[in-house]
């Protein structure tokens, strides 16, 4: 007999099926019992007509007679509320202890390290089991428009080289090479351009960045982002490319967007009106139905003043100056100099950004040299994109929306754990497995490491 999901017993009326899942609840009548089974598709009340040993989440196989239910017995509360099985025959597939975490709740008042510890079960709760599907979802919708638009899709490595995307990097020790470290991509910024250089032309990767941060509740070790590259392009087009995008994205998923086209302010226009270059212009009632108020920033500074007074880049070093700023800032100015860059904010929450990247290797020796990188140091670290840029590199830029907040944003959610399988605790704890952990002596001195 093939297994009918239970959502479809709706359409076996009358006829005889097989169910599998897991027990959701159970309500005991004595000579009657009923259950709920829970599948991948939803649940459907299951009818026993005599005593039965069942725990809350055994999983189990059920064969029985799909019945309507009686007018007023209709439950309207669950898809399947029109009908019931009645059981003919029972099999424990997997009997369940009872479970260290309630499931059947919201789960936010349930510790941190608890929910984490026990990932698996708090991924039952139908809020967590919600969002992460429409994760999936929100990244199907996103590829299917990307492919449609002439995109590819193109893996990087995650063993790389160390760069300045502007964090603390984590490394991995060679154990071929002694004492040489890779670092895990904080972006696949380099790659991407290089990829231009190839000629693809339009490129995009659902691509994990890790980043050794501090962690906050927007921010983990690792995200998501759906990075993108074109080629031929002003800002303007992958502004536009992304609007649309997410135009599409958002409204097929039933949200609406306040304003079309998305709002444009510039740096200084954001500062004056919000006090901050991430804001939230939505009112309170637009805030309690979650709507969607997306706007751009752009118009940046490239440069800014560090704490010990020296130039660092507001956001990505690969940038282009301004059209309007490029002479001056290769006759030296630095101050006033602005970048091409564009961040996307949504609900108050930096959602994406990107740039036009400079292809000119004057242009981007010089913001290294502004960064106070010596000659010398400039062709050890990025001679690699200095020299590619000598053999013919279009006109390019891209962006990188983060899947983790944009599913925040969809969801209503303020913590990215409510939407990531898997995320770390805020001291850095991995879900579930014990990491960061010890590694053996043996492995250690393959690695040539000694910890101190
Ligand atoms: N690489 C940048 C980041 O990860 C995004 C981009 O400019 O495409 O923030």
């Known amino acids: 007999m093939q297994r009918t999901l239970n959502t479809n017993t709706l359409k076996n009326i009358n006829k005889t099926v097989l169910l599998k899942g897991w027990v959701n609840n159970r309500r005991d009548h ?49 898809k399947t509320g029109s009908v019931e099985v009645q059981a003919e025959k029972l099999s424990i597939l997997s ?34 089991n919600k969002n992460i599907r429409l994760r999936s979802k929100f990244v199907d919708l996103c590829r299917q428009y990307l492919f449609k638009n002439d995109f590819i899709e193109i893996e990087t490595p995650l063993l790389t080289k160390s760069t300045p995307e502007g964090s603390r990097d984590f490394v991995v020790p060679s154990r071929l090479q002694p004492g040489k470290f890779y670092a895990l991509p904080q972006a696949p910024q380099q790659y991407k351009q290089l990829l231009m250089v190839a000629g693809f032309e339009r490129y995009f990767q659902i691509a994990r960045c890790l980043r050794d941060e501090d962690l906050r509740a927007d921010r983990g070790f690792e995200h998501t982002q759906i990075d993108m590259e074109m080629s031929f392009v002003q800002r303007e087009d992958v502004m536009a490319m992304t609007e649309a995008m997410f135009i599409h994205v958002f409204e097929k998923l039933g949200k609406k967007i306040i304003k079309k086209p998305f709002p444009v302010y510039s740096y200084k226009k954001a500062i004056e009106k919000f006090g901050a270059d991430k804001f939230d212009f939505r009112s309170d009632k637009e805030k309690k139905e979650n709507l969607m108020a997306f706007a751009w920033v752009v118009d940046f500074p490239f440069f800014e003043k560090d704490e010990n007074g020296k130039w660092t880049y507001t956001h990505n070093p690969f940038s282009d100056p301004l059209p309007e700023d490029k002479q001056k800032f290769l006759k030296g100015e630095i101050q006033g100099i602005k970048t091409s860059q564009y961040d996307l904010i949504c609900n108050g929450y930096e959602v994406g950004g990107g740039s036009i990247r400079s292809n000119d290797p004057k242009i981007l020796s010089r913001v290294f040299e502004v960064l106070g ?53 805020s001291s850095g704890q991995t879900s579930v497995m014990d990491a960061p952990a010890e590694i053996d002596s043996k492995q250690l001195k393959e690695l040539h490491l000694k910890t101190i």
């Open 30 to 78: 004595g000579k009657i019992v009923f259950i709920d089974l829970r599948d991948r598709s939803g649940v459907v009340q299951v009818v026993f007509n005599k005593e039965t040993q069942l725990n809350t989440e055994d999983v189990v196989e059920i064969i029985g007679k799909v019945s309507k239910r009686p007018e007023k017995l209709v439950n309207k509360n669950i």
């Open 95 to 128: 009997k369940a202890k009872t479970l260290p975490i309630p499931i059947d709740n919201d789960g936010k008042e349930i510790n941190e390290e608890i929910r984490l510890k026990y990932r698996y079960l708090d991924l039952r709760r139908p809020r967590l």
């Open 373 to 425: 990188h010596k000659p010398k140091d400039i062709q050890k670290k990025f001679g690699h994109m200095l020299e590619a840029f000598e053999y013919g590199v279009p006109p390019h830029g891209g962006i990188a929306p983060g899947v983790d907040r944009l599913l925040m944003v969809l969801t209503g959610e303020t913590a990215m754990r409510e939407v990531v399988a898997f995320p770390t605790t």
